[in-house]
Nanobody, 120 residues
Framework: VQLQAFGGGLVQAGGSLRLSCAAS????????MGWYRQAPGKQRELVAS???????NYADSVKGRFAITRDSSENAVYLQMNSLKPEDTGVYYC???????????????WGQGTQVTVSS
């Protein structure tokens, strides 16, 4: 199983970016998918997550600015980021809780990370 993330870049404050991440390989199902970020010198933190039932959860710092969605048919998760701030800068990682079979517990897989830089 692999997760491949795309869409990072350099943007001015107030701008927008859209991150994409897709899971590939052989597996039974995907439960929660999410996006985390890690700023220099800081711990990785949850940005947003979404369940298989499309229930979303957001960090307080991004509520009202970011939107997480998923396409179950494509095994993909997206993060639309609007009104970006310099403090949103960091490496963004996608994650997915994936079950190899109907009888095994889900394991959390991580994408390779994509850099988001917001200039002031």
């Amino acid at each position: 199983v692999q997760l491949q993330a795309f869409g990072g870049g350099l943007v001015q404050a107030g701008g927008s970016l859209r991150l994409s991440c897709a899971a590939s390989g052989r597996f039974f199902g995907i439960n929660v998918m999410g996006w985390y970020r890690q700023a220099p010198g800081k711990q990785r933190e949850l940005v947003a997550s979404i369940t298989s039932g499309h229930i979303a959860n957001y960090a307080d710092s991004v509520k009202g600015r970011f939107a997480i969605t998923r396409d179950s048919s494509e095994n993909a998760v997206y993060l639309q980021m609007n009104s970006l701030k310099p403090e949103d800068t960091g490496v963004y990682y996608c994650s997915a809780d994936i079950s190899a079979s109907s009888r095994t517990m889900a394991y959390t897989y991580w994408g390779q990370g994509t850099q988001v830089t917001v200039s002031s």
